[in-house]
């Protein structure tokens, strides 16, 4: 009789997930008692707060006289030294304070060369900040062995292949499928539970990128792709993706399915349960993503799958509380396609996402929205780029409002639904909040909306009830 197949589970665990010894032995019981069952693939991020702790670390060191990275790295050893001495036996114990004790030296050697030259480099800080990640993976990976699992940590330098964009790196599908299915496969058929870092990657030649923050996610739903998973899990602190905010909206509650687009459009727009490009390599290989909890295991937490599963329009609600609106007017003596191309190009080269964008040809009007954070530079690569057509024959203007909130409604079945906009003017007519913009995404599943900051949680509040989420 042919033996059955196990089910391949790639399951990631966050900062929270891993933040101190308790946690990661919770975590070395998950992974013991799931890989009897299936092939299990780990993938960790840094404990909570050290990946903070590296970057200002290096902008510390960078800047003169400036020695705050020293102490941080006495306090980095301290923690990492910490858990090790409580989880681990001491053959295990001495082979991760060798591995502590090489990461803090390329922690220091770094550093050091950032306080000497003033500066740091994008591709030096991806070194710096995704030490966290090695140490997590090593202390994991020896505590599953201290308790019997055969377990190895992999630095996932050796499977994901990147382009060399420093710091917000975008894989290379076909190599990085490759480069995974041939270092973790013997791995997996040995029955080792491979323990992979997150957020880090590599490029062709083997220098050290990242995936951006919060980047251990998109290194989940990569790797489980490339090894064609059964299933992806997402290990956090939450129960799974809510109808809102609960913090915001009291009346919020936990959904048990939803859709890969309906999740990517929640996680674009700030709900924080995965990272925004995350759910792109499952959803394009159909592998079903679970968002559970470490710290109530006995929640089912969410499933996100290709099935829209809600039949009433919207689905959730979220929101982001700091944006700015930039309306850029261009007179008759340029056109409005010629306007919106130089707008977009700014755009693109500062690397911007727009949240939403209206526009009023008759006018010559562009209007979009972005988080508040970029506001000064995107405002100031506008002037640049109509530098000309302002001082001379003021073609252009550009005018910023800051302290804006959008507030976002998703949902798969809103396609086709009449009155869902009307309802939620109402909603927000009836507690007196102006709408500043608004508009509808191109795929029809999101209502955005633009607010006062300050009333983005009133804002959730009604659209909430007025659906009855």
């Known amino acids: 009789m042919q033996k059955k197949k196990k089910p391949l589970l790639v399951m990631k665990f966050g900062g929270t997930s891993v933040g101190d010894a308790e946690r990661i032995d919770s975590v070395a019981q998950i992974l013991i008692e799931h890989s009897r069952e299936a092939n299990v693939v780990a993938v960790v991020s840094a404990m909570a707060g050290v990946t903070d702790a590296l970057v200002r670390s290096a902008r510390s060191a960078s800047i003169e006289d400036g020695d705050q990275w020293r102490p941080e790295s006495q306090s980095l050893v301290k923690r990492h030294q910490q858990a090790g001495e409580k989880l681990l036996p001491a053959g295990e114990r001495a082979k991760f304070m060798s591995t502590l004790s090489q990461q803090m030296m390329v922690y220091e050697n770094l550093c050091s060369g950032f306080s000497l030259l003033r500066e740091i480099t ?23 062995r201290s ?98 905010d609960p913090r915001l909206v009291p009346g919020a509650h936990m959904i048990s399915e939803i859709s890969y687009l309906e999740t990517l459009e929640l996680s674009f727009f700030g709900a924080k349960v995965l990272h925004p490009r995350a759910i792109q390599p499952a959803m394009k290989a159909g592998i079903p993503v679970l968002i559970r909890n470490t710290f109530n295991t006995a929640c089912a937490g969410t499933k996100v799958s290709a099935r829209a599963t809600s039949q009433h329009g919207v689905r959730a609600i979220t929101g982001i509380a700091k944006a700015a609106l930039v309306a850029v007017s261009g007179k008759d003596g340029l056109s409005f396609p010629r306007l919106a191309a130089r707008v977009f190009g700014a755009l693109s080269v500062e690397d911007v996402s727009t949240l939403m964008v209206t526009q009023s040809s008759a ?69 007196s909040i102006n709408i500043i913009a608004i508009a509808q995404g191109s795929s029809e599943i999101s209502i955005s909306i633009a607010v006062k900051s300050g009333e983005v949680p009133d804002a959730l509040k009604a659209i909430h009830e007025e659906f009855e989420l």
Not at 173 to 193: C, D, V, W, Y
Not at 197 to 205: D, I, K, Y
Not at 380 to 392: I, Q, S, V, W
Request: charged share 25%.
């Open 363 to 431: 006018d010559n009007v562009l209007c979009f929205a972005i988080h508040e954070a970029d506001q000064a530079r995107v405002c100031a690569k506008l002037e640049k780029t109509f530098e000309l057509e302002m001082r001379h024959d003021s073609l252009v203007a550009i005018e910023a409002t800051p302290h804006v909130g959008m507030v976002v409604a998703v949902g798969e079945k809103m396609r086709g639904i009449h009155g869902l906009a009307g309802r939620m003017f109402g909603a927000l007519g009836r507690r």
């Open 147 to 244: 308790k019997g699992a055969a377990a190895e940590a992999v630095d996932a330098m050796d499977l994901i292949v990147t382009d060399e964009r420093f710091g917000n790196a975008t894989p290379l599908t076909q190599e990085t499928r490759e480069s995974t299915k041939k270092n973790l496969q013997p791995l997996l058929e040995a029955g080792t539970i491979p323990v992979v870092t997150g957020f880090r990657a590599a490029t062709r030649e083997g220098i050290c990128t990242t995936l951006g923050r919060g980047g251990s996610d998109y290194s989940g739903t990569i790797l489980g792709a490339a090894l064609d998973a059964d299933e992806i899990w997402i290990w956090t602190d939450v129960d799974g993706v809510m109808t809102a």
């Open 122 to 144: 994008p591709r030096a800080m991806d070194t710096l900040s995704s030490l966290g990640e090695v140490l997590s993976a090593a202390l994991l990976a020896a505590v599953l």
